[in-house]
């Protein structure tokens, strides 16, 4: 994975995160807009640190590799 590759990643992530974040304080608690918006909130959480995993996993197989 390439650095701009999971620079892409997390700024989909965060960016999911966040606008789900500000949707929820509007939304009614129960509503399947609410729902719908809690899971879109968690699918940026998972993608965050499977990106967040995939960096440090690579980076530890660099430095073992190259040092």
Not at 1 to 25: C, D, E, K, N, T
Request: hydrophobic share 55%; net charge positive; proline share 4%.
């Amino acid at each position: 994975m390439g650095p701009q590759i999971g620079r892409v990643a997390f700024g989909w992530a965060a960016f999911l995160v966040l606008a789900s974040g500000v949707l929820l304080l509007t939304l009614t608690p129960g509503t399947p807009e609410f729902v719908v918006t809690l899971f879109t909130l968690c699918l940026g959480l998972l993608l965050g640190l499977i990106v967040v995993a995939a960096v440090l996993i690579l980076r530890r197989r660099e430095k073992r590799e190259g040092g």
